[in-house]
């Protein structure tokens, strides 16, 4: 039985329809591989609006979602759109139909499923097994790779006199974040091969500002196809601020950020901490 709780309310799907930059970047990736002979299909499709791309440029395209509310935008433009005859849509959850998957493998497999630094949707999951029973060999999966980029910096947490120490989504503030170091990318996660659950390093920033640091912000870039990348958006994968743990007076001397998390959980299970590098 499906936990309708989990599943996206319909207006957030609307937001991520307006959103221009995610819609024209995914679309040029898919039209990358593009060929009339080759086969395609998306893991989470939501609406539907990709796979319907890509039913025109494939000759065969297959969406699966276990939202019927959403599927159903899907199915009825596919009814009525013309070059559409060779698009299919399934409901049912991804993992199931991975696993019981036994047709021909796919030259294509575009995933959605993303998430700030893969913190909350399945992605690796559902990619990892994607990449054994769907993919054929030479194939491509859509996104390849996500770097996660981290910057330390100051923020306000004081919200009517109220200190709320936990994460906040960058866009949906008044209060702005104030960089105290340069921006890096401190893990690569290799899309279809990578193992949900903890990850952890350390990485060292040059200080930009002499300041207290008491933040960090997070930033997800998706490499969809060579030479296109999807930075995050307000409608997915958008910059979240994180608390550090301790609070630490920024001097000129480099500083290092370690860092641990648990994938497809939560961005309550992120963590960081500051040390003076050596």
């Known amino acids: 039985m499906q936990n309708r709780e989990l599943l996206f309310p319909i207006h957030e799907h609307a937001i991520m329809l307006a959103d221009s930059v995610r819609v024209q970047t995914i679309k040029r990736a898919i039209s990358c591989y593009a060929s009339s002979e080759s086969t395609f299909i998306e893991l989470g499709c939501g609406t539907g609006i990709f796979t319907l791309f890509a039913a025109g440029l494939f000759s065969r395209a297959v969406g699966v979602e276990r939202d019927p509310r959403t599927l159903k935008f899907g199915q009825a433009v596919a009814e009525i759109k013309s070059g559409a005859a060779d698009v299919e849509f399934v409901l049912g959850d991804v993992f199931d139909y991975i696993d019981c998957y036994d047709g021909p493998k796919f030259d294509v497999v575009f995933s959605e499923l993303l998430s700030p630094w893969l ?3 399945p992605l690796i999951s559902v990619m990892s097994g994607a990449n054994r029973k769907l993919l054929k060999s030479g194939g491509k999966l859509l996104p390849s ?12 947490f004081q919200f009517s006199g109220i200190e709320l120490l936990s994460y ?32 952890e390093g350390a990485a060292e920033f040059d200080v930009l ?11 997800t870039m998706a490499e969809l196809a060579p030479g296109v990348v999807l ?48």
């Open 119 to 121: 913190l909350r949707e």
């Open 145 to 156: 790779l996500v770097r996660l980029v981290a910057q330390i910096g100051t923020f306000d």
């Open 168 to 199: 906040h989504y960058d866009f949906l503030n008044a209060h702005r974040f104030q960089a105290l170091s340069l921006p890096r990318v401190i893990a690569e996660i290799t899309v279809g091969n990578a193992i949900a659950g903890r990850m």
């Open 209 to 219: 500002a002499v300041g207290e640091a008491n933040a960090v912000k997070i930033t």
């Open 231 to 278: 930075w995050g958006t307000p409608s997915i994968m958008p910059d979240v601020i994180v608390p550090l743990e301790l609070r630490q007076t920024l001097d000129n001397n480099p500083v290092i950020l370690d860092w641990k998390l648990e994938t497809e959980s939560s961005l309550e299970n992120v963590h960081f901490k500051l040390r003076r590098s050596k």
